[in-house]
């Protein structure tokens, strides 16, 4: 399979190029190969849905951001599949087409009209803890989409009635005014765009072809997941117009922060306290982890922000499902209170070992009674 070229050298852009920068860049190029104005042209259709599905990716951030990380691999694995024809694009693009040119297609505002047309992608951010990103999760959301009208089929008329075509514009959904030398194309006012007008409407949708649905799915969260990924549920968007298909929905992954552990990749962080002595002689202690309680060997003469290791207690990778570390820093504790007894063998232990350490602190008793013995 050829490689894909570059989004931002197929629309002559820099990676730093503003929405707006990039939407004129696209203008300039969809015009130089749209279909319609090279009939036949095969290489101009290639490079028509080529700078299409450039622009895209580009104009949305999201699909921007991953595109910028992981490139047209990172794409496909979240889902994103370009356009299969120059159809798709109209279906997905008329409007800007007609803002841009005055025009979109003949094709497009046939399908606009009367063919049928895929439904739109929706989205939804949800939260997660962090034992539920890196375990996975079946979560259920409530969500509500537009689909076609049951009772009409998404024509909008009674049943046994069909639209009929719009006789102001002839079911292009638009019509011409010249002004002088130009000529200016703007919304039929008889159908709004629709190319069809309904005699007898639908008493169900109120002639509309759609209605409001709500509806409980379940997602499946891979373990593994991190913040930001988009998990694609297909063919739970907006239904399709007139038969098409669906859309897809996407939930975008935010995870809380949890206190006691930071991550970073397939890996897991967190800190242990432990006694200045258990950090001299060595000890056996107990940290927590996702998975519970574990034991874990502290060695003789840790010292503070050392860190140990423990294997395969990070979250799983989403491609090998191999886990990742929990690495564990070391918080070595001073006390800032001593018993006597305690100080006593401290000092015992800094003559041992040749340190000058402060001398006792004495309360105003010792004082008194030192100043009255001179």
């Not at 689909?147 to 959904?173: E, N």
């Not at 982890?289 to 502290?298: A, F, H, N, P, R």
């Not at 860190?307 to 570390?325: C, D, E, I, M, Y």
Request: hydrophobic share 30%.
């Amino acid at each position: 399979m050829a490689s894909k070229r570059d989004y931002y050298e197929i629309l002559s852009v820099s990676v730093s190029a503003t929405e707006t920068e990039i939407k004129k860049a696209y203008r300039v190029v969809a015009k130089k190969y749209h279909p319609d104005l090279n009939p036949g042209n095969g290489e101009a259709e290639v490079k028509f849905k080529e700078a299409s599905e450039a622009y895209e990716v580009l104009r949305d951030p999201q699909k921007r951001q991953v595109y910028d990380q992981y490139g047209h691999e990172g794409l496909a694995g979240r889902g994103f599949q370009g356009f299969s024809s120059a159809e798709d694009i109209f279906s997905n693009f008329g409007d800007i087409f007609d803002s841009f040119f005055g025009f979109g297609s003949s094709r497009s505002r046939s399908s606009q009209s009367q063919g049928p047309r895929k439904g739109r992608d929706l989205q939804m951010q949800i939260e997660l803890t962090l034992s539920e990103a890196v375990f996975g999760v079946d979560k259920k959301v409530e969500i509500e989409k537009t689909i076609d009208c049951g009772t009409c089929g998404g024509d909008g008329a009674k049943p046994g009635f069909s639209p009929t075509t719009c006789p102001t514009c002839q079911g292009y959904g638009q019509v011409q005014q010249n002004r002088g030398f130009l000529s200016i194309a703007t919304t039929c006012p008889e159908c709004r765009g629709k190319g069809r007008v309904i005699s007898d409407p639908c008493g169900d949708c109120q002639g509309q072809g759609r209605k409001r649905e709500a509806k409980t799915i379940e997602v499946k969260i891979p373990a593994g997941v991190d913040e930001g990924m988009n998990i694609r549920v297909s063919g739970e968007g907006e239904g399709g117009y007139s038969g098409g298909p669906a859309g897809d929905f996407y939930v975008v992954v935010s995870v809380r922060e949890q206190d006691d552990f930071a991550r970073q990749g397939d890996h897991l962080y967190t800190q242990l306290s432990v006694g200045m002595v258990q950090a001299s002689l060595g000890t056996m202690s107990t940290v927590s982890t996702l998975d519970g309680q574990e034991k874990i060997t502290v060695p003789r003469g840790s010292q503070m922000g050392d860190v140990l290791t423990l294997q395969g207690h990070g979250a799983p990778n989403l491609r090998s499902g191999k886990r990742g570390n929990l690495y564990i820093e070391l918080k070595v504790l001073i006390p800032k209170r001593l018993t006597q007894k305690q100080e006593q063998l401290l000092r015992q232990f800094a003559v041992e070992s040749g340190e000058t350490v402060s001398e006792p602190k004495q309360g105003l008793m010792d004082k008194l009674k030192k100043k009255k013995k001179k």
